[in-house]
T-cell receptor, first 114, second 114 residues
Framework: EAQVTQNPRYLITVTGKKLTVTCSQNMNHEYMSWYRQDPGLGLRQIYY???????DKGDVPEGYKVSRKEKRNFPLILESPSPNQTSLYFC?????????????FGAGTRLSVL | DAKTTQPPSMDCAEGRAANLPCNHS???????VYWYRQIHSQGPQYIIH???NNETNEMASLIITEDRKSSTLILPHATLRDTAVYYC???????????????FGQGTILTVHP
């Protein structure tokens, strides 16, 4: 089954403790992206990747890092989480946004930073 | 990408057609209209997209006006499972700083009732 898998689904952590949210897709998609969703602000793009070893900032990249060493994986790294990063996070992938841009989203990761 | 305007909420009776409007009066000639939905904090789900012509798939129909300034998503026989937030998004299939980025507005909360 074609899917985007995020882990963990729920995470509670403390300020400053490094964490990684993993994202994996099994569709051989070139494009992958991270969004965060906050009440009243909608979904905002954090980072995206056009292909292996190619990443770029979205609208709200501060406090986050990403890497794309393999096509299927696009982890989101919070080196020193802060309470304002408490949010619902979604990973998405697409075959090629320049052509047919149907994006597939993961189920989400709900993060609480205390 | 062009801005969209959607009603904040709509109701629909189960089994009836749900018609969700979207205004995109500043759309340019190369921008597509996409519809996604999000069911209660799950990952957004692609529904349908189009450029000029009306489109239909197994989930819904998309009617785009001749001047392309507005569109309507039609769920022909709404069920309780169609209760969700529906997002209308317009974007180009190209590179640049908006590469792959979906700009989600506030969407329309559709409630399907028995």
């Amino acid at each position: 089954e074609a899917q985007v898998t995020q882990n963990p689904r729920y995470l509670i952590t403390v300020t400053g403790k490094k964490l990684t949210v993993t994202c994996s897709q099994n569709m051989n998609h070139e494009y992958m992206s991270w969004y965060r969703q906050d009440p009243g602000l909608g979904l905002r793009q954090i980072y995206y990747s056009m292909n292996v070893e190619v990443t770029d900032k979205g609208d709200v990249p501060e406090g986050y890092k990403v890497s794309r060493k393999e096509k299927r994986n696009f982890p989101l790294i919070l080196e020193s989480p802060s309470p304002n990063q408490t949010s619902l996070y979604f990973c998405a992938s697409s075959l090629n946004p320049r052509e047919l841009d149907i994006q597939y989203f993961g189920a989400g990761t709900r993060l609480s930073v205390l | 990408d062009a801005k969209t305007t959607q009603p904040p909420s709509m109701d629909c009776a189960e089994g009836r057609a749900a018609n969700l409007p979207c205004n995109h009066s500043t759309i340019s000639g190369n921008e597509y209209v996409y519809w996604y939905r999000q069911i209660h904090s799950q990952g957004p789900q692609y529904i349908i997209h189009g450029l000029k012509n009306n489109e239909t798939n197994e989930m819904a129909s998309l009617i785009i006006t001749e001047d392309r300034k507005s569109s309507t998503l039609i769920l022909p026989h709404a069920t309780l499972r169609d209760t969700a937030v529906y997002y209308c998004i317009v974007r180009v299939l190209s590179g640049g700083t908006s590469y792959g980025k979906l700009t989600f507005g506030q969407g329309t909360i559709l409630t399907v009732h028995p």
